[in-house]
């Protein structure tokens, strides 16, 4: 018997994301009454795509300008797909002189070669001088994912160029796959991001709000339905903040001003830090609080793991207080990138 998932093959090399979890997230939702959703912390869109496929309503929100993008490509969209001679147009060669070289500069012997730093120079000017809409969306996804998959975690976390470079024996990642050219992953990708472009009867959206900025009533009919995922603060160690862990991409899409944000004191050039409530252990419940006052007329479905801040009890009280219906309708066992420790992935639904 051929089940709804079955359809689903939607892939990505985000760190956190939800892909392991989508058929447990289906299973919770596939038989609540909604037709409008915010998912509040899209990421790179697993959740997304779910609801899309489930023929929602879908407000695709990430407060990060590469992942708006990423939305606009694969959510938002829903018809327009990449040709061969929009995939040569991105790709197409440039004289040496007429485009910047801005990461070829700045990112010597971080994160790429130099050959390589200079293709993402000339590929990103020339996304850059085509036409703005969601063919050069989905031309950034593409190079996104380019640039995720040729690096050692998948993360620009740290200057480790040499992971690649050395002649080792190596016990992780891929040799062959670091060393496969840009534009070889480039146009793999533009064929694997046509695959996932589906029409549907409801639009979708995608934004670039902080998740308590979000407009209520960003679709008229409210949200019937919430999904928070929002950043994972372990109750020991370092938590995880994704504007550092994608700084390039991040710079990538402010490529103009990226000089300007970076952090020259890191050693991989990182973007300067900013504030966010969701990554600050001090205030974190506060904000939970003030996030389930905001979408207090909405269902709310929450991811959380189980050795996280705040506790799974407290989000139950949390969530109580406003709530007539709380329960922990899942827990999957799985592991993350770069962890030895089995982490439990809690769905915390809640309705009134």
């Not at 485009?99 to 996304?127: A, C, G, M």
């Not at 891929?174 to 694997?192: G, I, L, M, Q």
Request: net charge neutral; glycine share 4%; hydrophobic share 35%.
């Amino acid at each position: 018997m051929t089940s709804f998932l079955d359809n689903f093959t939607f892939q990505t090399r985000y760190r956190g994301s939800k892909v392991k979890i989508i058929p447990a997230i289906y299973d919770v939702v596939k038989d609540l009454d909604f037709r409008t959703v915010l998912d509040a912390f899209a990421g790179t869109g697993a959740v997304s795509y779910l609801f899309k496929q489930m023929n929602k309503k879908v407000l695709f929100n990430d407060h990060l300008q590469f992942n708006y993008i990423i939305g606009r490509a694969l959510i938002e969209n829903s018809e327009i797909t990449l040709t061969q001679p929009d995939i040569d147009n991105f790709l197409r060669p440039k004289p040496y002189d007429e485009h910047p070289h801005f990461i070829e500069n700045q990112f010597q012997d971080i994160y790429y070669t130099k050959e390589e730093n200079i293709w993402l120079d000339r590929v990103i000017s020339n996304l850059y001088d085509s036409e703005l809409g969601y063919k050069r969306d989905m031309g950034f996804w593409c190079l996104f994912q380019a640039c995720i998959i040729k690096r050692p975690f998948s993360l620009f976390h740290r200057k480790n160029l040499n992971l690649r470079t050395r002649n080792v024996q190596r016990s992780f990642g891929n040799k062959v796959t670091w060393d496969t050219s840009f534009e070889v992953h480039f146009r793999r990708f533009a064929n694997e991001l046509n695959s996932y472009i589906i029409a549907t009867n409801n639009p979708c959206y995608a934004s670039n709000y902080d998740v308590l900025e979000v407009p209520r009533d960003y679709f008229q009919e409210g949200f019937d339905l919430v999904y928070v995922d929002p950043p994972y603060i372990p109750e020991r160690g370092e938590n995880i903040v994704y504007r550092d862990l994608y700084h390039f991409l991040e710079g990538i899409m402010q490529y103009n001003s990226w000089k300007d944000m970076i952090d020259n004191n890191s050693k991989h050039k990182r973007i300067k830090p900013i504030y966010n409530i969701w990554n600050d252990k001090n205030c974190i419940n506060r904000a939970f609080k003030e996030l389930l006052e905001r979408y207090k007329r909405s269902n709310i479905l929450l991811s959380h793991r189980s050795e996280g801040i705040p506790t799974t009890d407290e989000l139950v009280r949390m969530l109580e207080y406003i709530y007539s219906h709380v329960s922990i309708v899942n827990s999957i066992g799985h592991k993350y990138a770069l962890s030895t420790r089995d982490s439990n992935e809690i769905l915390i639904l809640a309705y009134n």
